[in-house]
């Protein structure tokens, strides 16, 4: 125990010292205070309104109706509420359409005429009602939030301009077509969170790209750990004192504890941020309301203790692998080829919990949940949407506890021969040889 | 008592047999050399006894038990491949090593700052590895073999790259430890430093042991002795008994300095006799054992002194 301890305290001195630790760990919190305060900032000068002419060849109200609906629609920013759009009603006649179009076009997207130019053209034909065809033309047709948007209010004033053609009273068409605008709050055990939709997507987010980083990272050095002790026969000397099952278990761990201080330190600040995050804002210049609106996610204690508890299973059981990697490997070149595999899964795990998001309930997050490989990416995100039951999550800790022993009981097979194997660099068929031995 | 024995042991590596049947015994105390060229099976030896590798057949028994990590603490051990953690500070460095010998962590301080100031190297303590010479690294390895106060301590080709300077202030350390009743097993292929050194040794080659035991009675043993003489009249004499297979084997004439082979039976009391008798001026009359390397050389033969294959080989 006391050797062990000795390795553990060797890892982690070494690393925490190191000036690499050092400045990722004080590069995390400055990326998140970043990322809170950017939008804060940025919000308030969004940009001027979007100046749209709205080309007009049927002359029967619509297009005027288009153009007074886009001029009252407001955009909310942090600090006060801008109008989204500067439409200008342009009538014309439809055998002069394509000469005034193209007139228009050629004031669009000009820099040089500074406020006169213009960001679009909406062209409504008879076909606006009739087919629902409107044609758009811009510098920001490349922007599916912004199409999205144009879309949706154009589709209601469509309807409305129908309805009021069969004979409604306009003002009634109006009320009718209010717009919805959908406020999304998490609701989690039974408790309504303060929380958005979309913050609760950005945590999911946050916490498998955390959790990418910390595996790959912190795996990456035991590997290369490993490698040192191998390629510079230090691992002579620490293996006629220490089994090799103590050696890597210190040196798993010691890594381990390296990566759990860092996280502690990121996930301390992250907690203080948004616990302060109103302080924080109107340091900024922001109002308390404008800070509510914006997608921060809250974190429990309960989410907390999953996701570490994810994190260093996770670690210990990708470790391993890495470790027994390590060993067969004499030099970081062989290592840099050789950890493809690990590092895929890994990849493979990020990757899988982004197309769960949409679907953290379906059939292939309630199998992936099991999976040894993928359970730290899947269940610590599943628990943040709150579609997972506790057993699922109990069993999940199993699935991942069985799959670690297996997978030390691998990995230090091979760890045990591949150490003290020189020369040519070790096969898959040599390390099966190895786990078979 | 020994306090290491190898009985048969046998290592096969891939195509190679790198130790055949290899027997020896080392007594408790004293330094005990394994001696042998390039590739002959010196450092398979050497991890075999400190269990880096096991054997294929054949047992070894140290401080009367089987080799076993349990050992660690009572055993010192200096690869002949080098390594530091090329990051860390020396001190940090030498407490590791301390550490993972058993150790306490102030026990370990204490004993590596003594250490560093008798090898000349306080002034480094604090810096890191990579910043020290090669030779510094390897004094800074020595006291990491040395720091636990192991018993036995096993020391792989210990002087290899040093300059003079060094070389002596390690040899003085492994003469020390002897001195305090403890045992040093080092292996070299230079023979002057065994030479130097040893109590008893060891000759392995093509990983067979060739020649074994106290080194005063190898030397006696291998019978060839080296006269030099010096006559200053009466050559023909001199000559003429000289000629007689029973007192030299062989002579060599540079004028006034001869050097001859004495013959196996012959005493040298009774051939200066001779010579005085029949009337030769001696002016020089000495007698000097053979070298181990020329013990070495006429036990293998003089193409097996030379590398016969790379360690890399031996190690594989």
């Known amino acids: 125990m ?8 060797r890892e982690f001195v070494t690393r925490v010292r190191s000036r690499a630790f050092v400045i990722s760990t004080v590069i995390g919190p400055i990326i998140m205070i970043l990322m809170f305060a950017m939008p804060i900032l940025l919000s308030g000068n969004g940009g001027a309104p979007k100046k749209i002419a709205v080309l007009d060849a049927v002359q029967d109200g619509f297009g005027k109706l288009v153009a007074q609906r886009l001029n009252s629609e407001m955009r909310d920013t942090v600090k006060r509420a801008d109008p989204r759009y500067d439409a200008m009603w342009v009538p014309t006649t439809p055998d002069r359409l394509s000469a005034v179009r193209d007139s228009l076009v050629a004031r669009t997207g000009v820099r040089s005429l500074g406020t006169a130019s213009l960001d679009g053209i909406l062209v409504i034909t008879d076909s606006a009602l009739g087919q629902g065809m409107i044609r758009y033309m811009g510098v920001n047709v490349g922007s599916p939030s912004d199409m999205g948007r144009l879309e949706r209010s154009l589709r209601s004033l469509v309807i409305g301009g129908r309805l009021q053609h069969s004979g409604l009273d306009p003002q009634v068409v109006l009320g009718v077509m209010r717009p919805v605008d959908l406020k999304t709050l998490k609701v989690s055990e039974g408790q309504l969170t303060a ?50 099952f103590q050696l890597l278990l210190g040196k798993v761990l010691g890594v381990g504890a390296t990566g759990l201080l860092q996280l502690g330190i990121w996930v301390g600040t992250a907690t203080l941020l948004t616990s302060f995050k109103t302080q924080i804002a109107a340091m900024v210049g922001a109002s308390p309301g404008a800070v509510a609106s914006l997608a921060i996610p809250t974190v429990s204690p309960a989410l907390l203790v999953v996701f570490l508890l994810f994190f260093i299973l996770g670690f210990l059981f990708y470790a391993s692998a890495y470790a027994a990697v390590g ?16 590092t895929l899964f890994i990849a493979a795990g990020l990757f899988i919990m982004f197309s769960l998001l949409s679907e953290p309930n379906g059939s292939t997050a309630h199998v992936l949940t099991y999976v040894p490989f993928f359970a730290p990416f899947v269940t610590p995100v599943r628990f943040s949407f709150s579609s997972i039951a506790w057993w699922e999550v109990l069993l999940s800790i199993a699935a991942m506890v069985g799959g670690l022993l297996i997978m030390t009981a691998l990995a230090g097979r091979i760890y045990r021969f591949g150490i003290l194997k020189y020369g040519k660099k070790a096969t898959w068929g040599d390390a099966m040889k190895w786990i078979r031995a | ?73 009572r055993i010192g051990f200096l690869p002949e491949e080098r390594g530091l953690y090329k990051k860390m500070k020396v001190l940090q460095h030498l407490i590791f090593f301390g550490e993972v010998k058993g150790l306490s962590g102030s026990d370990a301080r204490s004993r590596a700052t003594a250490w560093l100031d008798r090898l000349g190297l306080d002034q480094w303590a604090d810096k890191p590895v990579e910043e020290l010479s090669k030779g510094m690294q390897q004094k800074v390895q020595f006291i990491g073999t040395l720091l636990h106060e192991p018993e036995l301590v096993v020391l792989d080709e210990p002087f290899s790259g040093l300059d003079p300077v060094n070389s002596r202030v390690m040899k003085e350390a492994v003469v020390d430890i002897a001195r305090q009743g403890r045992t040093v097993l080092f292996s070299t292929h230079i023979m002057e430093q065994a030479e130097q050194l040893c109590d008893r040794i060891v000759i392995i080659a093509r990983g067979e042991k060739v020649v074994d035991g106290a080194v005063r009675e190898v030397k006696r043993e291998a019978g060839t002795r ?3 003489l010096g006559v200053t009249s009466g050559q023909d004499v001199a000559r003429r008994i000289l000629a007689d297979r029973r007192w030299a084997l062989s002579l060599q004439d540079h004028g006034t300095e001869w050097e001859a082979e004495l013959a196996p039976g012959a005493a040298p009391d009774a051939l200066l006799r001779a010579l005085v008798e029949g009337g030769a001026g001696i002016a020089e009359f000495g007698v000097e ?21 790379s360690e890399e080989v031996a190690h594989a």
């Open chain 1, 195 to 244: 929380e958005s939709g979309e913050a609760s997507f950005l945590l999911a987010y946050a916490m498998s790209f955390i959790l990418y980083i910390a595996l790959l990272l912190y795996g990456i050095q035991v590997m290369n750990s490993v490698v040192e002790e191998k390629s510079s026969r230090i691992i002579e000397v620490l293996i006629s004192s220490l089994s090799p």
């Open chain 2, 226 to 228: 080296h006269l030099r």
């Open chain 1, 2 to 9: 006391h050797k062990i301890l000795a390795v553990i305290r």
């Open chain 2, 1 to 73: 008592m020994s306090i290491l024995s190898l009985s048969h042991v046998t290592k096969r590596f891939e195509g190679h047999v790198a130790v055949r049947d290899l027997s020896f015994e080392v007594p408790q105390g004293g330094i005990f050399g394994l001696l042998g060229p390039n590739g002959a099976g010196k450092s398979t030896t050497i991890r075999m006894i400190m269990n880096v590798i096991t054997p294929d057949d054949g047992s070894i028994t140290v401080l009367g038990q089987r080799a076993s990590r349990e050992l660690a603490p």
């Open chain 1, 327 to 342: 060993s067969m490997c004499n030099s970081p070149q062989d290592a840099q080829q050789a950890q493809m595999p690990v």
């Open chain 2, 289 to 309: 054992d053979p070298s181990l390397e020329s013990i070495f050389i006429s036990k293998v033969g003089a193409e097996a002194a030379t590398a016969m294959r």
